[in-house]
Structures are given as C-alpha cells and as structure tokens.
C-alpha cells in the first residue's frame, strides 16, 4: 500500500460502508477503537507517521480532508505505534491544534460525514485541558442532533463517551490510564478509579449497539 498521499490515509481509516446500514457502522466503530486496525497501521504507516512527527507533512493542513488526514495520523496512529509508552500522546498537542485551527477556519465544517468529523475533533477529546473536553462534548452533541436516525444511537454513545471523558477531567484534572506510561505518580482517588474497572476508552457499547457484533 502507498502512504505518500492523503487519500491513502482516508480511504483506509474510512473505508466504504453500506449507506444507511447501522449494524455496518457498528463494526466499524469497533475496529476504529478496539485496535482492529493495528497491524496494518503498523505494516503500512509507520514511516508516514514518523514524517508527520517530523513536521515534513504540515502542508496537508492546507485543505479539510488531508489536515483531516494528517489529524488521523498524528492523534490515532502514534496511539497503535507506541501504544504503552509516552509517545503515544507526543503529538497530542499539534493534533489539538490542527484541529481547533481547521474548526475556525471552517475546514471541519467542509466534511462530509459524522465519522470524519468525529475524528477531526477527537484530539480535542483527549486532552487534558477541561476548555477542549467541553468543546468536544458540544460539537459531538451537535452531530447527534444531525444526524440521520438509522445512526443517531450510535453518535449518542459517542456523544456520551466525549462527556465521561469531559467528567474524568473536571474530578482528576488528568487522565489517570496515562499516568504509569507518562512517569506520573498516581493519588489513591486516581488508583481507585483505575482499579475499577471502568475506564471510559475501555467501556462496552449498549447491548442495542453490541448485538450487531455478535451477528458477524
């Protein structure tokens, strides 16, 4: 697979779904956020993340979907190439930054669908700045309100996820699952949630949403 353009990117994160067909998106969804896509991230894109880190692909955010692209890029590839470590959150800052940029300029507004602009403001979700969590909880609640209602259910969890991370935030003013991997020392309220067993990025979608996964 080439990796040199933009579009090799979309076409791969993003990839033909049936339209108007949930229990297609419901699989997709899983694959976004429970690493179905890691090898392949690994095999084909390492060295095209590693240019983006570099600053060599900065002119993608010249144009909504390649800043979207290179948003994809910097915030969910450096999270499968050095998953369990700090680097996975290195880029985090410009990733916040694209996409706070692409939303003034009216870059995000430009995309198509709810799933590209999730993406685009998903940096924004895993912040550790309350001011970003917020705009994340609202621009999320914005796609549910327009989304069409074969989808809605599933950009609702969505929605919801933004506002458990949103809440995370407010009580510990930090993520505490990243707090062994960033050499940060965790309080006893932050090891208590962490031994909980209820981390956000780790919950199960509803049952109404789930059953789609057991058809497959």
């Known amino acids: 697979m080439k990796t040199e353009r933009s579009e090799d990117v ?22 976004w956020f429970r690493s179905g896509a890691d090898a392949d991230i690994t095999k084909h894109f390492s060295s095209l993340h590693q240019q983006a880190a570099r600053g060599e ?11 979207l692209a290179l948003i994809v890029v910097l915030d969910q ?21 694209l996409a706070l940029e692409g939303i003034e300029m009216g870059h995000y507004a430009a995309l198509e669908t709810p799933w590209e602009k999730t993406f685009f403001f998903l940096p924004l979700g895993h912040s550790e700045d309350l001011r970003k969590l917020e705009l ?17 259910e599933l950009l609702e969890f969505s929605a919801a996820q933004a506002r458990r991370h949103r809440d995370v935030i407010a009580h510990f003013g ?21 031994a909980s067993g209820q981390l956000v990025h780790t ?14």
């Open 136 to 152: 994340a909880v609202k621009l999320a609640e914005e796609l549910v309100q327009e989304a069409s209602q074969e989808y809605r």
């Open 203 to 216: 919950r199960s979608m509803p049952p109404h949403l789930s059953q789609f996964l057991s058809n497959t």
């Open 77 to 97: 590839f450096s999270r499968t190439l050095h998953r369990g470590t700090a680097q996975a959150f290195a880029q985090d800052s410009k990733a916040c930054t």
């Open 57 to 67: 692909l900065d002119a993608w955010s010249n144009e909504p979907r390649s800043r």
């Open 174 to 194: 930090r993520h505490p699952h990243r707090n062994e991997a960033l050499g940060r020392q965790s309080t006893s309220s932050e090891l208590e949630y962490l």
């Open 10 to 31: 979309l076409q791969f994160w993003f990839p033909s779904q049936p339209k108007g067909e949930i229990a297609a998106m419901v699989r997709q969804w899983e694959w």
